[in-house]
């Protein structure tokens, strides 16, 4: 019976200890790997959708602009090559794996884009329902996108920060030591570059007959 007491102060312990590890927040470091992994899911997921939707695109295009064979050309090209990239979970905390898988899908957004600019130079292309349908499923797809890479952006912040700051470093260097920061989808070319803007006044029109380096004539009275 001498043992009683200490049976349940050794109860109450493992009871206690879970709760008070979790209070500490040693299942953060998990928990956030997880959402930041779903996340990632949800940006392959629109790249794959994407990528469904180009080989219709690209043929609709093909009927109507045959002789665009170098952009069409291009985009198939792209689009393999992104296929190609193979990604799984190591790569979010491999940077030169993820730059790679970045750059391929980057590559195709850029030529996709040359494609959609065709459709200016055919009428017919721009009032065919096919391409006008896939256009406007592919603008919604490229939307969804870059909402995937925004919240997955700042999924992996919110991970990547648990892994550095008190108390969860601890768990980071003891429990989770092989866990490693996620790479980050960094901003387009497109979206880094301002826009130029010029105040600039317009050059005035040049007067026929006027001497090059002349003043302008006075306003007539």
């Known amino acids: 019976m001498s043992n009683t007491p200490r049976h349940w102060k050794r109860l109450a312990v493992a009871a206690v200890l879970p709760l008070a590890l979790a209070g500490c927040g040693i299942n953060a470091i998990p928990t956030k790997q997880e959402a930041a992994r779903a996340k990632w899911a949800d940006v392959q997921n629109d790249y794959q959708r994407r990528s469904d939707l180009i080989p219709n695109l690209v043929a609709t295009v093909k009927g109507f602009a045959a002789q665009e064979k170098s952009v069409l050309v291009e985009v198939t090209q792209a689009r393999a090559s992104a296929t190609q990239v193979k990604v799984d979970a ?5 940077p030169a794996a993820f730059q790679k898988y970045e750059q391929a899908q980057n590559q195709l957004s850029g030529v996709l884009g040359r494609l959609m600019m065709i459709q200016e130079k055919y009428p017919d292309l721009k009032s065919n329902e096919n391409f006008m349908a896939l ?4 603008e919604g797809t490229e939307n969804r996108i870059t909402v995937a890479r925004s919240d997955y952006n700042a999924a992996v912040q919110d991970y990547n920060t648990t892994l550095r700051v008190f108390p969860t470093s601890i768990w980071a260097s003891t429990f989770y030591s092989s866990e490693k920061p996620m790479a980050l989808f960094s ?3 497109a979206a880094q570059s301002a826009p130029t803007v010029s105040f600039d006044a317009p050059a005035p029109a040049a007067v026929p007959g006027a001497v090059p380096g002349s003043p302008p004539p006075a306003a007539k009275p």
Not at 135 to 138: K, R
């Open 90 to 94: 190591s790569t979010l905390t491999d």
């Open 135 to 138: 256009q406007s499923q592919l």
């Open 187 to 189: 901003a387009t070319a």
